[in-house]
């Protein structure tokens, strides 16, 4: 057959725009990292290991936290969705509970920015329970304008930190009962980029959005280490997953997001480069049901696989500095005498 110099020129871009959306479509898959479970005897084995476990996801009415809430109901777990917006938790807890068949999922008010909420949270949760099995420490802010939670916290440290130690501290005894058990804290590498002055954690003088947000995930990386040391006989285990660069509502306080002309040309670059919560989620999926970490502790994991540390995230010294700021500033510590004690 005879083709045209046009027909030939047709056929050879339609050849070039199908390679590159084969490689497209490979390098897409590439930055994804593995998917827990791709095959029918998988999906078996990952049911009956999860069958009746009680897991608690913070921040599960949108983005990776939803993601994981989904997957794990699906797995025949309880799962209970700690949000702050009930509204959109609910909305979000019928559609999962229509989509995996499992009605043991829940919808919980847990506002990370108020520590009494924490507290009500963990109250009613216990009145419930008897064990947790898995708490994913999911939520977050990120870049937000300066501003406050309800106990006058800086909003950062407040959620994405403070508020998850709380969670964490107040659970502990409900995690060791069910050991063995796992505390996953999803991490941002730029942790990396930290500075953590615990004498202004505030930054009253000036505030830097991105600075607060890598101090809090530096934080984050610290109490893993340091709970990972302290529970390390208990059978509990606490590890950190980065789930990639995902394209979430996390950034909506960034200047590209908040602008119509920058998501018009960016969102093309940024669907390339990034990943979907499904592929996001993975890492934490991975770490809250595979058998072959159920030991492992104080470690990080990307694309479902341990990746090094900054050596800054294992300072012994400054973790258990922080971690008595954390009980003072949260209660778990009344007098400033006790706290001069837990930092010796």
Known sequence: MIFSKRGQAVITAGGVLCTLAGVTVIWKDKIGGEKLYDRDNDQRSIKERMKGKVIIVTGSNSGLGEETAYTLAQAGAKVYMACRNMARCESARQNIVLATKNRYVYCRECDLASLKSIRQFVDNFKAQEHHLDVLINNAGVMNCPKSYSKDGIEMHWAVNHLGHFLLTSLLKDYLVQAAPSRIIFLINLDYRKAQLDLKHLHQVEKYNAAQAFEQSQLANMLLVHHLAQELRESGVTVNAAYPG????????????????????????????????????????????????????????????????????????????????????????????????????
């Open 245 to 344: 660069v995902v394209r979430t509502q996390i950034k909506r306080h960034m200047g590209v997001d908040k602008s119509i002309l920058g998501n018009f040309l960016s969102n093309p670059l940024l669907w390339f480069l990034t990943s979907d919560v499904m592929r996001g989620s993975q890492t934490t999926l991975f770490l809250a049901m595979d058998p072959s970490v159920v030991t492992t502790t104080g470690k990080l994991f990307s694309k479902s696989k341990e990746i090094d540390k900054d050596p800054m995230a294992e300072d012994s010294t400054l973790a258990k500095r922080l971690v008595a700021v954390d009980k003072y500033w949260s209660g778990l510590v009344s007098s400033k005498e006790e706290l001069a004690k837990e930092m010796r």
